[in-house]
């Protein structure tokens, strides 16, 4: 089949590469000048499983209660909030016990498949990306080991491998933490892992291309008219003069995160996802002669604070923060004083902070926390989109899901659930 995939983020670029692994003739469209340019740039990195759950939670309403007169939280909201009541209705109905706990074994499922995926493709193709294996989840008091322990029977449940530890054991993971930190315990996830998403999705496009995926930069697609075969309008997107291109295909899959509206209209389209951002600083570690490597050896989850801190090679990365309803390109203080204070906790005087780079970035997030996997409705017209804060996580088994459906099988795994049906 000709097939084009409309966009080149992480759910994107590995959506080509399994397409064109099933013989298929695959053209990426993408409006930005690289693959993982957008949410997948300077993200948390982390391919964690075990500790993929949906935003929309039962404890969560208070949390950003309490959040809004906090000076550090790991919610924050805005005035544009007041503009998407719906998305906000259907997020408050998702955290109801029931619906939280369905939603989180659904992406935990596919999260699961997903790295049994990323380590196949690894593995087979001899990707290289900086990666470290190994993640704990920091607790600061024994309200959080509570709560970690209650959601230990659904690790149990899907086979994640997992451990509590006391704070000397998980020093002994982690022997740069500080002694001074205020660790209660720790979860630790050791098959899980943390690296370099936008790596990744470089030396994946490669694969891709070397099965005959095709990648187009720098072009907007304008419009489109769902069928068999359906049709694309493009131009590029920096000469609006330009004559409006036209193309035939099989199939379209929209990897879009946030979708354009232009295009969900032409279809009929009517999805809720909104765009939670992220925040993230990343610095070269600090190394002193005579002293000890000051960071992490692999990945730790400040599970108060909800930010994660990363080892990418020989430098640090901090990232999280969850932003509604605030301009995407405003790059705000106070979520990254958080990210510096979450540091600092832990890991005082690693980062070289005179070199620090800064990223925001929009999170495409459904209200209720799963992705949308899946034909779209009009004939010839498919989804892999809302994927929020777990993009990298759950990529792979999401690509290979759509590759499976498309072609007529059935999936590996069970897919109840990540269809827009649950949306309607």
């Known amino acids: 089949m000709r097939i084009a995939v409309i966009g080149a983020g992480i759910v994107g670029v ?9 013989g298929h003739e695959v053209t990426v469209l993408e409006r930005l000048q690289a693959v993982a340019s957008e949410a997948s740039f300077a993200n948390a990195g982390v391919v964690a499983p075990g500790y993929v759950s949906p935003w929309a939670a039962p404890w969560m309403p208070l949390k950003v209660a309490a959040g809004l007169f906090a000076s550090h939280s790991a919610v924050r909201f805005g005035g544009g909030v007041l503009t998407m009541p719906g998305w906000l209705w259907r997020y408050l109905w998702a955290c109801r016990a029931k619906t939280h706990r369905a939603n989180r074994r659904r992406m935990q499922r596919l999260a699961l498949y997903s790295r049994e995926r990323l380590d196949a493709l690894t593995l087979v193709h001899g990707l290289e990306y900086e990666q470290q294996r190994g993640y704990l989840v920091l607790l600061r008091s024994a309200r959080e080991l509570e709560r970690a322990r209650a959601g230990l029977p659904v690790l149990d449940d899907i086979g994640v491998r997992h451990e509590l530890l006391d704070p000397a054991a998980a020093r002994a993971r982690e022997p740069a933490i500080s002694a001074e930190a205020p660790l209660h315990a720790a979860l630790a996830l050791p098959n899980d892992l943390v690296g370099n998403c936008r790596q990744f999705a470089h030396v994946l496009k490669l694969q891709a291309q070397q099965r005959g995926a095709r990648f187009r930069f720098g072009v907007e697609v304008r419009r489109l008219s769902a069928g068999q075969p359906g049709v694309l309008y493009w131009q590029p997107t920096d000469n609006e003069a330009a004559p409006i291109q036209q193309e035939r295909h099989d199939a379209i899959v929209l990897c879009t995160g946030i979708l354009p509206p232009r295009l969900a209209g032409r279809v009929g389209l009517r999805l809720p996802v909104a765009a939670v951002n992220g925040y993230s600083m990343t610095a070269p570690i600090r190394h002193r002669e005579g002293e000890p490597d000051p960071g ?22 901090v990232a999280g923060i969850a932003e509604l309803g605030v301009d995407p390109h405003l790059l705000r203080d106070p979520p990254l004083v958080t990210l510096y204070k979450v540091l600092e906790d832990w890991f005082p005087g690693a980062a070289d902070l005179g070199k620090v780079q800064h990223w925001k970035g929009a999170r495409p997030m459904l209200p209720d926390g799963p992705p949308v996997i899946g034909p779209a409705g009009p004939p010839g017209l498919w989804l892999n989109l809302g994927h929020g804060g777990s993009g990298w996580a759950l990529s792979c088994g999401s690509a290979r899901v759509l590759a499976d459906q498309i072609a007529g099988r059935t999936p590996e795994i069970d897919i109840e659930g990540l269809d827009s049906r649950r949306l309607r």
Request: charged share 30%.
């Open 14 to 22: 590995t959506t080509a590469y399994e397409l064109a692994s099933d």
């Open 296 to 317: 992490p050896v692999s990945g730790v989850m400040d599970e108060r604070f909800k930010v994660s801190i990363t080892r990418l090679g020989q430098r640090i990365r």
